[in-house]
């Protein structure tokens, strides 16, 4: 199969500098601010994106140097398949978060409950739409056990630090 390459549509201003102390899940991001700079040649794709009120961003985790098929992720203390898992240590480093959009300006998305490390390249949005993304689920794998902590699990670097 050929390379894939994308190229980075905007970049993300956030608060969160390293990865250590970084909200795991936007869920647990309420009052955190950031900014989301689109480059201008995408800026005409921004049409009517102010009528949603949350956003999925897809975005290149940079920082991420460990890429392993079984990890510990965050809110558990035994190794899982990396794909039984929200890890940012993946196959391919992209990330998936929700976020809640505030206003558009110009080329700027301002969003809150965001969990996406200042830097980060973004490779597409796409609006959130409950009708479509809203499942009712009855199993959620080992995290059914694990609920409890998300509030409170912070990213500890596990996942940017060399072998």
Same mark, same amino acid.
Request: proline content about 9%.
């Given at each position: ?9 905007? +970049? ?44 999925? +961003? ?35 480093? +992209? ?18 409950? +965001? ?49």
């Amino acid at each position: 199969m050929p390379e894939i390459i994308y190229n980075p549509i905007g +970049i993300v201003h956030s608060p969160f500098k390293n990865p250590e102390g970084t909200p795991i899940q936007s869920v647990s991001a309420k009052e955190a601010e950031a900014v989301i700079e689109i480059y201008p040649g995408y800026v005409e794709g921004l049409k009517d994106l102010d009528g949603f009120s949350h956003l999925y +961003i897809l975005f290149h985790l940079h920082l991420v140097t460990r890429m392993p098929l079984t990890v510990i992720p965050f809110l558990d203390n035994i190794p899982h398949g990396v794909f039984a898992t929200r890890s940012p240590a993946r196959p391919n480093p +992209i990330g998936l978060s929700v976020v809640l959009l505030d206003r558009i300006v110009d080329n700027k998305l301002y969003v809150r409950q +965001i969990d996406i490390l200042d830097g980060s390249p973004v490779l597409d949005i796409k609006p959130y739409i409950s009708q479509f993304d809203v499942f009712e689920t009855s199993k959620n794998g080992w995290f059914d056990n694990r609920k409890r902590d998300m509030d409170i699990q912070k990213d500890d670097g596990r996942f940017t630090m060399p072998l």
